[in-house]
């Protein structure tokens, strides 16, 4: 349920509406936008009654929200939510490319793409440690030799570090990691983000293989309702039946994302589609259609990188998209709210 407030609502009026409310058990969310003050109700509202507040001088309306996930709902937060990784800002007109290999493999590859991408233009850093793959004999990663590595790549380059978490027992080795991902397997770990809830770091969700928008939705949920909305939307393909390319991706999913959310949406064209020619294609298609940033993999050798080298791009080819991406920009959609 959601109140919208009158403007300069009285505060001793105020004060004895949320106290009511907060007595039947309910949580409450304030969102106060440029114009309108709303307080969402979290919880059982079976029992509030609507026209008595809706008699309250200081209530403009009351509405019903009928979608189960709530502070990620654009009813509850009509602003867009800008998430901030250390000085940079995702969100709400503020583009970034998040780019890097698809694993960690050692020192010199992974300080090398890192100033590479970042003179071409990216702004945050990807690398992967902790690698889930399909087979358990393919290359697992580095694991925390791994994210050391990542560390010693944000020194030299400067960039904030992203990178997946495979399980609630990791946690501790991520301290200093700037994002922490959620990959596509581990979009329904309910308790891994749950645990991820309780920090106050940005958290890059990725849809699952076959995951509707409402699941997608209420995974993200799992991690606001622990108290940790710096998260993050990635779309990244869908599982169809399709073979020609590694998923589908679901571009109509971004603005309609952004209408039914106020998080930010980026798009993972690498994953969507695991051919590198694709990858420009659908890098500009996903910024037309109005999505807040990009995240491609660069490999600075990808015919021999050991994981993924097929949807890898070269320095050079990732600054020719970054270039044709920033030149789109401001004609991209930004009508669905």
């Given at each position: 349920m959601?109140?919208?407030?009158?403007?300069?609502?009285?505060?001793?009026q105020l004060d004895n509406l949320l106290s009511w409310l907060k007595s039947m058990n309910l949580g409450i969310h304030m969102s106060e936008g440029a114009n309108t003050t709303l307080i969402g109700l979290i919880g059982d509202t079976s029992g509030v009654d609507m026209e008595l507040i809706n008699a309250l001088d200081i209530v403009e309306t009351v509405k019903?929200?009928?979608?189960?996930?709530?502070?990620?709902?654009?009813?509850?937060?009509?602003?867009?939510?800008?998430?901030?990784i250390n000085g940079v800002k995702l969100g709400d007109g503020n583009f970034q490319i998040i780019a890097g290999p698809c694993s960690v493999e050692s020192e010199e590859q992974i300080c090398q793409v890192a100033l590479a991408v970042k003179e071409a233009g990216a702004t945050l850093y990807r690398g992967g440690a902790f690698k889930p793959r399909t087979s358990p004999y393919a290359f697992q990663g580095m694991r925390e030799e791994g994210i050391n590595l990542l560390l010693e790549a944000k020194k030299v380059s400067g960039l904030p570090i992203v990178t997946e978490v495979?399980?609630?027992?990791?946690?501790?080795?991520?301290?200093?990691?700037?994002?922490?991902?959620?990959g596509a397997r581990n979009m329904q770990n309910f308790e891994l983000l749950k645990e991820l809830g309780t920090l106050k770091k940005p958290i890059l969700l990725k849809r699952g293989l076959s995951s509707t928008l409402q699941e997608f939705l209420m995974s993200a949920?799992?991690?606001?309702a622990g108290g940790n909305n710096n998260v993050i939307l990635c779309e990244r393909g869908i599982r169809t039946f399709e073979t020609s390319t590694r998923n589908t991706l679901d571009l109509a999913s971004i603005p309609l994302l952004k209408s039914l959310t106020h998080l930010p949406v980026i798009v993972d064209p690498s994953h969507a589609t695991g051919i590198a020619r694709l990858v420009k294609p659908m890098a500009l298609a996903a910024a037309a259609c109005g999505a807040d940033g990009l995240m491609i993999e660069v490999h600075n050798d990808p015919a021999h990188a050991l994981c993924d080298g097929a949807q890898s791009l070269t320095p050079e080819a990732f600054k020719d998209v970054a270039d044709a991406v920033k030149a789109i920009l401001p004609y991209s959609f930004k009508g669905a709210k």
């Amino acid at each position: 349920m959601v109140i919208i407030l009158k403007s300069n609502p009285n505060k001793k009026q105020l004060d004895n509406l949320l106290s009511w409310l907060k007595s039947m058990n309910l949580g409450i969310h304030m969102s106060e936008g440029a114009n309108t003050t709303l307080i969402g109700l979290i919880g059982d509202t079976s029992g509030v009654d609507m026209e008595l507040i809706n008699a309250l001088d200081i209530v403009e309306t009351v509405k019903r929200i009928q979608e189960p996930y709530k502070n990620a709902n654009r009813k509850f937060h009509p602003d867009s939510t800008v998430v901030d990784i250390n000085g940079v800002k995702l969100g709400d007109g503020n583009f970034q490319i998040i780019a890097g290999p698809c694993s960690v493999e050692s020192e010199e590859q992974i300080c090398q793409v890192a100033l590479a991408v970042k003179e071409a233009g990216a702004t945050l850093y990807r690398g992967g440690a902790f690698k889930p793959r399909t087979s358990p004999y393919a290359f697992q990663g580095m694991r925390e030799e791994g994210i050391n590595l990542l560390l010693e790549a944000k020194k030299v380059s400067g960039l904030p570090i992203v990178t997946e978490v495979m399980d609630i027992s990791h946690l501790p080795l991520f301290e200093n990691v700037d994002v922490i991902q959620v990959g596509a397997r581990n979009m329904q770990n309910f308790e891994l983000l749950k645990e991820l809830g309780t920090l106050k770091k940005p958290i890059l969700l990725k849809r699952g293989l076959s995951s509707t928008l409402q699941e997608f939705l209420m995974s993200a949920e799992y991690i606001m309702a622990g108290g940790n909305n710096n998260v993050i939307l990635c779309e990244r393909g869908i599982r169809t039946f399709e073979t020609s390319t590694r998923n589908t991706l679901d571009l109509a999913s971004i603005p309609l994302l952004k209408s039914l959310t106020h998080l930010p949406v980026i798009v993972d064209p690498s994953h969507a589609t695991g051919i590198a020619r694709l990858v420009k294609p659908m890098a500009l298609a996903a910024a037309a259609c109005g999505a807040d940033g990009l995240m491609i993999e660069v490999h600075n050798d990808p015919a021999h990188a050991l994981c993924d080298g097929a949807q890898s791009l070269t320095p050079e080819a990732f600054k020719d998209v970054a270039d044709a991406v920033k030149a789109i920009l401001p004609y991209s959609f930004k009508g669905a709210k």
